[in-house]
């Protein structure tokens, strides 16, 4: 059962996913930024490789380049899992200082917490930045009340080391191009062996009915709802070029957004946009 936030609304969990390239984060930090808009209380979460959800989230490049992610603290880690004993650490400890340590405000509204990714052999690695990263995540998704939104690492990586485990809504991204398509349907399958049991698609710049029916294809093929059709945007494509906030006007891509959060807050049935 979803707890309620400040607003007396279920506090959703989402993780953003797809492809390299795809625009997860422009998603992942419009989604934050729509429920920040609606009155929630909202953490974003980057825990992509190449983070830069910061920019997304109208921090400057300079500010967005002097965030440390907690996976490379290592000051932080040593704190939280540190003892007197070499090559031991401990495996409990609160994270909840975390966030309110580290997370940083941004000029959309959201706060901002940069996890980093903390590259692994394998799922059962257990050194100290991925017990904290692990716990951090845990304590996110299970313990928070607010709204929470994580841009994912692009392709499945994280779908193996369980990153995303427990989150209320899988948000898979891709656009028309196959590459991204089989992307995403590699991401769904490893879901649904996961605890995750939302999972929808999400058509990102779609230009026409071709497009259009390609990514309800995709969605058919591996049994998942599209949870929206985002339209190709100028002035989105022109943001990513220049750096700027995109400007809302009611219409385009950010129109689609706001339908998508209120899809995702329970407010109306999943639909397939445009």
């Not at 994912?152 to 191009?177: P, Y």
């Amino acid at each position: 059962m979803q707890e309620q936030d400040g607003s007396g609304k279920c506090a959703v969990k989402i993780a953003v996913c797809g492809k390299g390239g795809v625009g997860k984060t422009f998603i992942a930090g419009s989604l934050a930024e729509e429920f920040f808009r609606q009155g929630r209380a909202v953490l974003a979460i980057d825990a992509d490789s190449s983070p830069n959800l910061a920019l997304t989230l109208g921090l400057s490049p300079q500010d967005a380049q002097a965030i440390v992610p907690v996976a490379e603290n290592e000051e932080l880690i040593r704190l939280k899992t540190g003892t007197s004993y070499a090559g031991v650490f401990r495996l409990t400890f609160t994270v909840d200082d975390i966030i309110a340590d580290h997370a940083k405000a941004t000029p959309a509204g959201p706060g901002l917490l940069v996890m980093g990714t903390v590259r692994t052999m394998g799922s059962g690695c257990t050194c100290p930045a991925h017990s904290v990263i692990k716990a951090l995540v845990r304590h996110l998704i299970v313990e928070r009340d607010e709204v929470v939104i994580l841009d994912m690492e692009a392709g499945i990586e994280h779908l193996g080391r369980g990153t995303a485990e427990g989150v209320d809504t899988l948000l898979v991204v891709t656009d028309a191009n196959k590459k991204s398509r089989e992307t995403a349907s590699a991401i769904i399958r490893l879901a649904r062996a996961s605890s995750i049991r939302d999972i929808r698609l999400a058509g990102n710049r779609v230009t026409g009915d071709r497009d259009a029916g390609a990514i309800r294809s995709c969605a058919d093929e591996n049994g998942v709802p599209v949870g929206i059709l985002i339209p190709f945007d100028p002035v989105v494509a022109e943001a990513g070029i220049t750096g700027e906030p995109v400007a809302r006007d009611g219409s385009g891509a950010l129109a689609a957004i706001e339908t998508l959060a209120k899809t995702l807050a329970g407010d109306s049935a999943p639909g397939a946009g445009p």
